[in-house]
């Protein structure tokens, strides 16, 4: 199998365009189309479906993600093994859009010349999987969820305590209000599609749920735009998202980003390393996370209570 075609069908998938997929790798947008029907051609699938807002994986597509991820993870150890010592710096931020990923950038942007390769896994066990064999150096996650204890010879420290806010339409009855507590939510209904069970963030929300009597929807998959689309004709559906979770939407739209307050739920996040991982830039990753945290808040907040049980965590 053609391990640029799979590189680039990764990419397509991540960025959800082929235009912007073409601009990350370097090459023309035809170059990018013709790896993409190389591939399909070879596996006698189509891997994406050409919408208005660009490239979204079909069932097929969906199913192929995580093992063209393992791939080219094989590949990265391949090499790693005849030039150990000068390989990159390898995370994993779980999403390109969400806050682990600006964390990151940030590192790059104090340390220029540390050397660094960013990847996206979906789950926590993907991801220890990946720490244990040596294919990453370190992940963004929320841990422990109930009953997951983190295995012997992972570490973790708490890095990132992330508000969580509203996102309503323009006609929802909260839309027009600076502030609104977790408790004021019950009642209304909360739509979150693409919840997957057994992830960090489906034990987040369940225990989100569960602390203050909201009636979360995860039914439905969770299209890009779609829940934005839908969120800006209702009157009476809203959403929770991250604060530095990245969105767009068009103008017209008018959405609301609404701070919950007394108290604020955060999501937290922490690092995880292999402990007999020697990469000489991980000790600089920890530092450079724990002197740049947000200043501890004097408001009340709120985090699951198995968030904070983790062994070396960090507490604010």
Do not use: C
Request: a neutral charge; proline letters at 8%; hydrophobic letters at 45%.
């Amino acid at each position: 199998m053609d391990l640029t075609a799979v590189r680039t069908f990764v990419a397509v998938a991540d960025s959800g365009q082929f235009q912007e997929a073409a601009a990350v790798l370097g090459v023309t947008q035809q170059a990018v189309s013709k790896r993409i029907a190389a591939l399909e051609r070879e596996l006698g699938v189509r891997l994406f479906t050409r919408t208005a807002r660009g490239a979204e994986p079909t069932v097929d597509g969906r199913a192929f993600l995580p093992p063209a991820r393992e791939l080219l993870l094989a590949e990265e150890r391949a090499a790693a093994s005849v030039r150990r010592g000068r390989r990159p710096l390898r995370v994993d931020v779980v999403g390109s859009r969400l806050a682990p990923a600006a964390l990151l950038r940030a590192f790059h942007e104090a340390h220029p010349d540390l050397a660094l390769d960013v990847v996206t896994l979906f789950d926590v066990e993907s991801a220890l999987t990946a720490l244990r064999s040596g294919a990453i150096d370190a992940s963004f996650r929320a841990v422990a969820m109930p009953g997951r204890p983190l295995p012997r010879g992972i570490e973790a420290v708490r890095v990132y305590d992330e508000p969580v806010q509203l996102l309503t339409g323009p006609g929802h009855a909260l839309a027009g209000r600076s502030s609104v507590t977790p408790a004021e939510l019950a009642g209304h209904r909360i739509w979150i599609p693409g919840i997957v069970e057994g992830t960090e963030w489906a034990a987040y929300y369940a225990s989100l749920a569960a602390a203050f009597g909201l009636a979360i929807d995860s039914s439905g998959p969770n299209f890009s735009g779609a829940l934005q689309d839908a969120l800006a004709g209702s009157a009476t559906l809203a959403t929770l998202v991250s604060e530095r979770t990245g969105l767009v939407w068009p103008d017209s739209h008018g959405l609301r980003r609404i701070p919950l307050t007394d108290p604020t739920p955060h999501y937290p996040h922490s690092l995880l390393w292999a402990t007999a991982n020697p990469h000489p830039a991980l000790p600089a990753l920890r530092t450079h996370l724990l002197e740049s945290r947000p200043p501890r808040t004097v408001a009340r907040t709120w985090t699951p209570g198995w968030a904070e049980t983790v062994r070396g965590v960090f507490r604010p």
